[in-house]
């Protein structure tokens, strides 16, 4: 029973990971389909791209808080189960970046399920896991996507970051070392999931955000 009870906590983090919230909120706001804009995902930058920053912005937090969720739903249900706690947003990263409800038939008639890159869905793990991590992550988060100006590098910087938060509250606090392996997993789902974006990156032909696209189009 216990088995069966694992099982349908990470599936339904899965679904509840799968819920395309820029592709909703942009359907409703522009009535354009977000995967026929841009990069085609559905995460918040995207969003941002084909309806403006208000709507980019609220489906960054609900992409956050879909993931979040997913986290408190394990500790509920597993209580110190910190493998679970782990599992759970790792499951809602997966959701989000193959989401089973926009599921279509590409040219080549193989399944093709669409969804984002997973930055923000791990954030949200993250802050499930230890919620002060929302008042670290997301600072620096802005700060590298409009320091550095591409949001690529922001998606992949804030599992890292995330990491070495719980790698320094188990050494320092003894808080479960579980937790590290959530960072490092969703570095590895979203490097997969970004392979164009880097390829890109080490072209020197990346799309930028703020002032990396004034500046790419000046020159």
């Known amino acids: 029973m216990r088995v069966l009870t694992m099982f349908g906590v990470l599936f339904v983090s899965y679904l509840i990971g799968s819920i395309p919230m820029g592709l909703i909120l942009v359907k409703l706001t522009k009535g354009q389909d977000i995967r026929t804009i841009e990069s085609g ?8 791209r084909a309806a403006g920053p208000a709507v980019g912005y609220v489906t960054v937090l609900l992409d956050i808080f879909k993931a979040a969720s997913t986290v408190w739903i394990a500790k509920y249900v597993f209580g110190g189960n910190a493998w679970m706690h782990v599992l759970a947003p790792i499951l809602a990263v997966i959701g989000h970046n193959y989401s089973i409800y926009i599921i279509r038939q590409d040219e080549d008639g193989k399944l093709d399920f669409g969804g984002g890159a997973g930055g923000t869905p791990a954030l949200g ?8 991590n929302l008042l670290i992550l997301l600072p620096m988060g802005l700060l590298i996507f409009y320091g550095v100006g591409y949001a690529s590098v922001t998606t992949m910087s804030i599992p890292l970051i995330a990491a070495l938060v719980f790698a320094g509250r188990a050494i320092w606090l003894g808080e479960p070392w579980e937790y590290i392996f959530f960072g490092l997993f969703a570095e590895m789902l979203i490097l997969w999931a970004l392979r164009p974006n880097i390829k890109r990156l080490l072209k020197g032909t990346e799309r930028g955000v703020g002032w990396r696209k004034k500046k790419n189009q000046q020159s």
């Open 41 to 48: 995902r559905t995460g918040g930058t995207n969003a941002m």
């Open 125 to 132: 793990g993250a802050m499930g896991l230890w919620w002060p």
